[in-house]
């Protein structure tokens, strides 16, 4: 498709080339600044455009991407194409503590808006452009854009640092690392970090000018593409512990508590000292130290009170511990708020296959509020003993703020880290 609309468009004459410049016949129809871009890509390619002619459509794409001030054609385009993510609901993705609460207990949810310190240089593969370092974009919107696959990459690296002796940490985080070579049966697993693109507000142009070492003097200059410095995008990260389900309560909160406070620790790393972007270690891909609109969720959890003796002649207390755990382990495992109370027939109503079937009518057989003779449960259901309260299955901790540092990012994950532990000792 891309490759027909430039056919109906070509520039392959110094008068195609003039009317492109001045958007004039053919060309006047071709109203949108990335389109005028692409075609301005096939300047290049036709050897009839003289380097004196190629300077005068270069400075046209410069009028599209720069201004001294005011707002250039693309960033007018920038701005509607942000708007329109924003009415289909995709420009930011949900990560509310009532979301949260949708996914596996310990889940949580990372967001704030990030302030470019540096110009932000990523690469591109589009086929036609008129110099070989475009900005990354999004495909559909035109949006200059981090993807996210470049967050985890950028990421990893920094993580390394922080973890430096943790391998497994990372591997648990980001998932294994690709082998050199062929990977055995099983290797990749997904990590548990999912990152969001970012989609920036502004696009701008630099020009680079590389110096001989023996004369000083610039040797070939060349347009680089960049998100300048200023810009603010969103920065949007979900954890899932997916694959722990099982895993004693005490055990699975340390292990999250943990995560929580090499998240923070990474992102810091990532965002103020290593940078996220191509050419780093020229200064490229720094943020501010503030951050705005912070949110941090986590769909948090205490320990179930799954059943309690009416009268101690009842207790069990050798059996219900055991039973107890393998109930959570069953409600982890299977993403449920709680046991069902279900009968024969509610049970055969469900969308539930015969393996997991089976399994919970084993569990409810052993239940003590289940009377097998009569097929139906008995009591109201979650009992607590004289003097007690009953807990909820989950508990949400939640930390936001307008404005905060990378420092105040790394305390208030000590902070949500603190309070998971803390229940841990309660127990």
Avoid at 24 to 39: C, F, G
Avoid at 308 to 326: F, G
Wanted: aromatic residues 10%.
């Amino acid at each position: 498709m891309s490759y027909d609309w430039h056919a109906s468009f070509q520039v392959n004459s110094k008068t195609r080339a003039d009317s492109l410049s001045r958007r004039e016949d053919l060309y006047a129809q071709v109203r949108d600044p990335y389109a005028q871009i692409k075609l301005l890509g096939q300047i290049p390619m036709q050897p009839l455009v003289s380097s004196e002619r190629w300077a005068k459509e270069r400075a046209h794409y410069r009028k599209l991407v720069h201004a001294a001030q005011g707002a250039t054609p693309y960033q007018v385009l920038v701005k509607s194409e942000q708007e329109r993510l924003r009415r289909l609901g995709i420009y930011e993705p949900d990560l509310s503590i009532e979301a949260l609460s949708l996914l596996p207990a310990g889940s949580f949810g990372l967001q704030f808006r990030v302030i470019l310190e540096e110009p932000l240089c990523t690469k591109d593969d589009a086929a036609f452009y008129p110099h070989d370092n475009p900005v990354r974009k999004e495909w559909a919107f035109r949006l200059p854009m981090m993807p996210g696959s470049g967050w985890k990459g950028n990421f990893r690296a920094a993580l390394r640092q922080v973890a430096e002796h943790q391998a497994e940490e990372l591997t648990l985080l980001l998932g294994p690392e690709r082998p050199q070579g062929s990977a055995p049966a099983g290797y990749f697993r997904a990590g548990r970090l999912h990152f969001f693109p970012t989609y920036w507000d502004k696009l701008d142009l630099e020009i680079l000018n590389p110096h001989s070492r023996d004369t000083g003097g610039g040797l070939d200059p060349f347009n680089l593409e960049v998100v300048p410095a200023g810009s603010e995008g969103t920065f949007s990260l979900l954890y899932v512990p997916y694959d722990q389900a099982g895993l004693p309560l005490g055990l699975y909160r340390e292990e999250i508590a943990r995560h929580l406070e090499l998240t923070a620790g990474g992102l810091q790393a990532m965002f103020q000292t290593l940078g996220f972007s191509a050419k780093r270690t020229s200064g490229f891909g720094l943020a501010q130290a503030e951050l705005l609109s912070f949110h941090w969720g986590v769909h948090a959890f205490r320990e179930r009170r799954l059943f309690a003796p009416s009268t101690p002649a009842e207790a069990k207390a050798d059996q219900r511990p055991a039973l107890e755990a393998m109930i959570d382990e069953f409600v982890t495992k299977n993403y449920l708020d709680a046991f069902p109370r279900w009968n024969d027939q509610e049970l055969a109503a469900s969308d539930w296959g015969k393996k997991r079937q089976s399994s919970y009518k084993r569990l409810r057989q052993e239940h003590p509020d289940w009377d097998e003779g009569e097929r139906a449960w008995r009591g109201p259901g979650l009992q607590v003993e004289e003097g007690e309260q009953a807990q909820p299955d989950w508990e949400p901790l939640e930390e936001k703020a307008a404005r905060l540092s990378f420092d105040d990012l790394v305390n208030t994950a000590s902070r949500l880290a603190a309070a998971l532990r803390e229940e841990v000792l309660d127990e």
